[in-house]
C-alpha cells in the first residue's frame, strides 16, 4: 500500500537544473526519512541525499554536495531534489526511497539525462 511515484526528470545541458519530486501515500509520510537514490547505467545503486522526517539532518553524497538539496513539504506529503550545476555523470534513474520497515520502501525511479 506504500506509493512512491516520482517525477521531474527529463534531458538537460550540462550546467543545468531539474527538481525532481516524490509523491507518498500509504503511510504517514511525517514519519519517515525519506532519501533519493540513483542507478547509472553498468553501475550500482547509490544512495544520493537523506533527509530526517522533520526535514533536518540532510545527508548528500560527496559527489553532489553542493550542487544539489533535498527538502520535503510533510503537509504535501512531498520529498524533493532540487540538482543544479548538472554534469553528464549525474545521468542516471533516479528514485525515491521510504525509509520504512525492514527494507524500505522504493518508487519507479524517474530518468534524468544530462548532455549537450
Known amino acids: 500500500q506504500v506509493q512512491l511515484v516520482e517525477s521531474g526528470g527529463g534531458l538537460v545541458q550540462p550546467g543545468g537544473s531539474l527538481r525532481l519530486s516524490c509523491a507518498a501515500s500509504?503511510?504517514?509520510?511525517?514519519?519517515?526519512?525519506m532519501s533519493w537514490y540513483r542507478q547509472a547505467p553498468g553501475k550500482e545503486r547509490e544512495l544520493v541525499a537523506l533527509i530526517t522526517s522533520a526535514g533536518g539532518s540532510p545527508n548528500y553524497a560527496d559527489s553532489v554536495k553542493g550542487r544539489f538539496t533535498i527538502s520535503r513539504d510533510n503537509a504535501k506529503n512531498t520529498v524533493y531534489l532540487q540538482m543544479n550545476s548538472l554534469k553528464p555523470e549525474d545521468t542516471a534513474v533516479y528514485y525515491c526511497k521510504a525509509i520504512i520497515g525492514l527494507k524500505g520502501s522504493w518508487g519507479q525511479g524517474t530518468q534524468v539525462t544530462v548532455s549537450s
Open positions: 500509504g503511510f504517514t509520510f511525517s514519519r519517515y526519512a
